[in-house]
């Protein structure tokens, strides 16, 4: 081809190229041509002016309403600056290095991203796919494309619609560090449906509910099932002191619960007692739920807290020791029954099991689909997750089983499926050490009024 042809071509190609960007952006191609022609028309002082004015206005908006400034200008336009600058920069150059594009006749056929969104930690891409790819041909190669992009890792999840993907590109682990216990909540401000516990990964509030359902956390010795339990604890104290809800505990290790064995004593129940009396307390648990729902039959369908009515959570350290490893056979049955009694019946009259379990095995609990929501703390094998999670949990993201040991940086993290998304979300449960424990302790015996922030 003649040099003068090649050279015209280009032209072209990068004249073409200015168009689709003019379109695609319109407010930065806007603002460049309005300032242009303001310093062609006034001078380069009038558009200066211009710029400062925005700046400042920008400035007051981002000091008066912090929040609306972040959702409406900072994020898109981060997300803007991201979009052009990591990924669709080297958005060819890396899917041909990972063999997500295809060459038919000479032409080549590229994926296409269509949006990005940008996160404190965390970019969310969404991607048309070839005609005729799957989402497990970009699971394959999530590894290059973190690479690729400079993520810490990728994850692929179903699209908006058959035929789109959307990626997420970790780039910070903002659960990398111990989140400090919690303050702890006005009465006024707990919500049994959404008591806050920790973090998501996005940084934002992790809450679990508790009214209308049971809890399952499972995890591996030392993966810090006991955060979990106190968070809750912790979250619902105010209402424990209000009479409203009443924690009755089941500490068959004698190791987490008993540290506060004062507030249940005084705002619930507690055994210890392998004897005989922890089950003897679940079954009594078992026996109110049976005579509250007689109560409530063609009364109430919906359950509200009250003195005469509590809320009972039922929190038991380590389900296995009552279920499956109890030497005498006749107490593991009756463990058992009130246990399926209580997870089966009653979630509608304002009883949740919150249940800790070392073995998420099968044999060991046949009782976990009782169970409507998981977590799945740190486990030793990856086929325990789908035991805990569901089936295909682990491949959709949840890798419980390669979560650190290391106590500062994995214990407390575990995956769970919230009620919107079918998809796991890593979480990381709030440390409730020793001293906030007796601080907790401090503030119910108080009635509330001892303060532990402020002492
Ligand atoms: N959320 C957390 N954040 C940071 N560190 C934590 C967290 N939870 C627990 N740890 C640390 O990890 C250690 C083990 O936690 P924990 O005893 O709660 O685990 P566990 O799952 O209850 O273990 P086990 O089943 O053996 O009782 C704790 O001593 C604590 O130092």
Redesign the pocket.
């Known amino acids: 081809m003649p040099e003068g042809l090649v050279l015209l071509v280009n032209l072209l190609r990068l004249l073409a190229r200015a168009v689709v960007f003019c379109l695609r952006h319109p407010i930065v191609s806007g603002a460049v041509v309005g300032a242009g022609w303001l310093a062609w028309r006034y001078g380069w002082h009038v558009p200066a002016l211009v710029g400062l004015v925005v700046v400042v206005g920008l400035g007051v908006w981002a000091a008066v309403d912090r929040a609306s400034f972040v959702r409406r200008v900072y994020r898109p336009a981060w997300s803007w600056w991201r979009g052009w600058w990591v990924y669709r920069r080297h958005w060819q150059p890396v899917l041909v290095t990972a063999g997500l594009t295809k060459t038919h006749r000479g032409r080549e056929y590229l994926p296409t991203l269509r949006r990005v969104e940008c996160g404190a930690a965390s970019d969310r891409l969404l991607v048309q796919m070839l005609r005729g790819q799957a989402p497990d041909a970009w699971e394959k190669v999530a590894a290059n494309l973190a690479h690729g992009f400079g993520a810490t890792l990728v994850r692929v999840r179903e699209g908006d619609r058959p035929g789109r993907v959307w990626l997420e590109f970790v780039r910070i682990d903002a659960l990398a560090s111990?989140?400090p216990a919690l303050p702890i909540p006005d009465a006024s401000a707990v919500d049994l449906r959404a008591v806050e516990v920790?973090r998501l990964e996005d940084g934002s509030p992790w809450r679990l509910r508790l009214l209308g359902t049971h809890v399952l956390v499972a995890?591996?010795?030392?993966?810090?099932?006991?955060?979990v339990l106190w968070s809750v604890i912790r979250g619902v104290l105010p209402l424990m002191v209000a009479g409203l809800v009443e924690v009755w505990a089941i500490d068959p290790?004698r190791?987490?619960l008993s540290y506060g064995r004062v507030l249940f004593e005084r705002f619930g129940r507690y055994s210890s007692d392998p004897g005989g009396g922890m089950v003897a307390l679940l079954e009594e648990a078992a026996g109110d739920m049976n005579a509250r729902a007689d109560q409530f039959a063609g009364h109430t369908r919906t359950f509200v807290p009250s003195v005469e009515h509590p809320f009972r959570l039922i929190v038991v350290?380590?389900l296995a020791f009552l279920t499956a490893y109890s030497p005498e056979r006749d107490l593991r049955k009756r463990a058992e029954s009130a246990l399926a009694i209580l997870t089966s019946q009653g979630r509608s009259v304002g009883y949740c099991v919150l249940g800790?379990q070392?073995d998420a095995r099968k044999e060991v609990n046949n009782l976990r689909n009782l169970f409507p929501d998981r977590i799945a703390?740190r486990l030793d094998e990856d086929e325990q997750v789908d035991m805990v999670l569901g089936d295909g949990a682990r491949d959709r993201g949840a890798l419980a089983d390669q979560i650190s040991t290391v106590?500062?940086v994995g214990?407390?993290?575990g995956f769970v499926r919230l009620e919107t998304c079918p998809d796991p979300v890593r979480v990381?449960?709030?440390?409730v050490s020793d001293e906030d424990i007796r601080q907790m302790v401090a503030y119910a015996l108080s009635g509330g009024t001892y303060r532990p922030e402020a002492a």
Do not use: N
């Open positions: 111990p989140i920790g995890g591996a010795t030392g993966s810090g099932k006991g955060s290790k190791m987490e350290d380590e800790a070392q703390l106590p500062e214990a407390g993290v990381r449960a709030a440390y």
